[in-house]
């Protein structure tokens, strides 16, 4: 507890100076097997350095596997491990750059998913065949049903089953726009959106947005000045902001897109999230909206399934033609399955799941993060955090990288005029709540520091 290293000597950066440090002492017999370092604010302060500083040395010292860290006992020495040991050691910190939602943990409710597989495996030969575009008569009824969460009941003729939303969006806006034309959506949107975009041609021009979402008098000056052929809202829980258009904006949007016949391309990805529903776009407009409801954050990822609601089933000719193009149909083995824990409850089971732990850390962000530092929900995976000046994007994500903690800088989500400083914060994912802890004390200081201090060079 009261070592003190002697850095005076080393032209390192800092946190390099402590990590070897902790190597030369334990080769010297000053520290031994089972010695606990002192507390990083402690030594930070011995040291008149950066606490983020000295948490960089141990989280290197720890790569070496020189340390090893026991949540609320401290850090303490452990000496070479073999290579496996320090294999298991490196991972500290947390990749906070994927917006999953947690992880299954619960054995019972793995089980449960587990026997929905083996039940749909028992036709494996059949589901291994081409299918028709679209999902079977079996898979629509499932769709149906999972949708009626959401209030919607469309006919078999309206909604398709393709293999992710990503694919969805694709052939949704395949036939609304050509190249070179213009696709209004969020001035802080979704990646994925642009990503579809660059690959068809489309120009995305953002749109003003107040604590409501995008703003009907954006919308209306948009309308008038680029004639543009949808307009693209991650209304829910919206990535990265998390913010909810609320049910009187909605019906505000939904009135000046009627006034211009504008399509509506809802991306409700997080729309089952939350337990007080709002109304999604497909129920105040149907004949306007393409409802996309991807399973990738309500379930998992992994099964590349979405539901698609058409505005009309004239709507849905073109868009059946462009999405088989594009990928023939949906896996029938994982739309099975999909189907399958619909009808045997586990798809709830999960949805309860991911529910409870986003709020529980959500509730571990609160109590770490400075109060109003950043932007969520209670239920979203991410924070969304404004740096403070003198921070901007690039340096607050590299310093932060440079520790092992992967964030997103806004220029991914950038369809404005200019980024904002800012970045994306994930709580999801594999990571664990001790992980995602340590991660956010770390965020949190670095919040409270100048990036001088972040220096690593003496």
Same mark, same amino acid.
């Given at each position: 507890m009261d070592w003190t290293p002697d850095l005076s000597l080393s032209d390192r950066p800092r946190y390099l100076a402590i990590a070897e440090r902790i190597a030369a002492d334990i080769k010297s017999g000053r520290l031994a097997v089972g010695d606990r370092l002192p507390p990083q604010r402690a030594l930070a302060k011995r040291l008149g350095m950066d606490f983020t500083t000295v948490a960089r040395g141990y989280v290197e010292a720890k790569r070496r596997g020189l340390v090893d860290s026991r949540v609320g006992q401290g850090t303490f020495v452990t000496g070479a491990r073999t290579a496996t040991a320090l294999r298991a050691s490196a991972r500290l910190s947390a990749d906070l750059t994927m917006n999953l939602p947690p992880e299954p943990t619960d054995p019972d409710l793995i089980e449960m998913m587990r026997e929905g597989l083996i039940e749909v495996s028992r036709d494996l030969v059949a589901r291994l065949r081409y299918q028709g575009f679209g999902g079977s008569p079996a898979d629509k009824d499932a769709a149906s049903s999972w949708l009626g969460r959401r209030a919607l009941v469309p006919s078999?003729?309206?909604?398709f089953v393709t293999p992710g939303a990503h694919a969805a969006l694709l052939g949704i806006l395949s036939i609304l726009a050509k190249s070179g034309e213009i696709v209004l959506c969020e001035a802080i949107t979704y990646p994925?959106?642009?990503?579809?975009?660059?690959? &068809?041609? #489309?120009?995305?021009?953002?749109?003003?947005?107040?604590?409501?979402g995008v703003t009907p008098e954006a919308l209306d000056e948009a309308c008038r000045r680029h004639a543009p052929k949808a307009i693209?809202?991650?209304?829910?829980?919206?990535?990265?902001?998390? &913010?909810? #258009?609320?049910?009187?904006r909605r019906a505000e949007l939904a009135a000046v897109a009627r006034g211009y016949e504008l399509p509506i391309v809802e991306d409700d990805a997080y729309g089952f999230i939350p337990t007080c529903k709002i109304s999604p776009f497909a129920a105040i407009a149907p004949d306007l909206t393409w409802h996309v409801a991807g399973l990738a954050k309500c379930i998992g990822a992994g099964l590349r399934a979405a539901y698609v609601v058409a505005p009309s089933a004239r709507a849905a000719w073109p868009f059946a033609a462009a999405a088989r193009a594009a990928n023939v149909m949906a896996s029938p083995l994982t739309v099975s399955l999909a189907t399958r824990w619909i009808e045997d409850g586990a798809a709830d089971a999960i949805l309860r799941f991911i529910r409870e732990e986003t709020a529980a850390r959500q509730k571990l962000a609160a109590e770490i993060m400075p109060r109003g530092s950043y932007r969520s929900d209670p239920l979203s995976f991410n924070l969304w955090i404004p740096l403070p000046a003198p921070w901007n994007r690039a340096s607050f994500a590299g310093h932060l990288r440079e520790t092992g903690i992967g964030v997103v800088a806004s220029d991914a989500f950038n369809?404005?005029?200019?980024?904002?400083?800012?970045?994306?914060?994930?709580?999801?994912g594999p990571s664990t709540r001790s992980e995602i802890k340590r991660a956010l004390e770390f965020i949190a200081h670095a919040?409270?520091?100048?990036?001088?201090?972040?220096?690593?060079?003496i």
């Amino acid at each position: 507890m009261d070592w003190t290293p002697d850095l005076s000597l080393s032209d390192r950066p800092r946190y390099l100076a402590i990590a070897e440090r902790i190597a030369a002492d334990i080769k010297s017999g000053r520290l031994a097997v089972g010695d606990r370092l002192p507390p990083q604010r402690a030594l930070a302060k011995r040291l008149g350095m950066d606490f983020t500083t000295v948490a960089r040395g141990y989280v290197e010292a720890k790569r070496r596997g020189l340390v090893d860290s026991r949540v609320g006992q401290g850090t303490f020495v452990t000496g070479a491990r073999t290579a496996t040991a320090l294999r298991a050691s490196a991972r500290l910190s947390a990749d906070l750059t994927m917006n999953l939602p947690p992880e299954p943990t619960d054995p019972d409710l793995i089980e449960m998913m587990r026997e929905g597989l083996i039940e749909v495996s028992r036709d494996l030969v059949a589901r291994l065949r081409y299918q028709g575009f679209g999902g079977s008569p079996a898979d629509k009824d499932a769709a149906s049903s999972w949708l009626g969460r959401r209030a919607l009941v469309p006919s078999q003729d309206r909604l398709f089953v393709t293999p992710g939303a990503h694919a969805a969006l694709l052939g949704i806006l395949s036939i609304l726009a050509k190249s070179g034309e213009i696709v209004l959506c969020e001035a802080i949107t979704y990646p994925g959106l642009r990503a579809v975009a660059a690959q &068809l041609g #489309i120009r995305l021009v953002g749109l003003q947005m107040d604590d409501d979402g995008v703003t009907p008098e954006a919308l209306d000056e948009a309308c008038r000045r680029h004639a543009p052929k949808a307009i693209y809202l991650n209304p829910t829980l919206q990535n990265p902001t998390t &913010l909810t #258009i609320s049910e009187g904006r909605r019906a505000e949007l939904a009135a000046v897109a009627r006034g211009y016949e504008l399509p509506i391309v809802e991306d409700d990805a997080y729309g089952f999230i939350p337990t007080c529903k709002i109304s999604p776009f497909a129920a105040i407009a149907p004949d306007l909206t393409w409802h996309v409801a991807g399973l990738a954050k309500c379930i998992g990822a992994g099964l590349r399934a979405a539901y698609v609601v058409a505005p009309s089933a004239r709507a849905a000719w073109p868009f059946a033609a462009a999405a088989r193009a594009a990928n023939v149909m949906a896996s029938p083995l994982t739309v099975s399955l999909a189907t399958r824990w619909i009808e045997d409850g586990a798809a709830d089971a999960i949805l309860r799941f991911i529910r409870e732990e986003t709020a529980a850390r959500q509730k571990l962000a609160a109590e770490i993060m400075p109060r109003g530092s950043y932007r969520s929900d209670p239920l979203s995976f991410n924070l969304w955090i404004p740096l403070p000046a003198p921070w901007n994007r690039a340096s607050f994500a590299g310093h932060l990288r440079e520790t092992g903690i992967g964030v997103v800088a806004s220029d991914a989500f950038n369809a404005g005029a200019a980024p904002i400083e800012a970045v994306r914060v994930c709580i999801g994912g594999p990571s664990t709540r001790s992980e995602i802890k340590r991660a956010l004390e770390f965020i949190a200081h670095a919040l409270e520091e100048p990036p001088e201090l972040a220096s690593a060079y003496i």
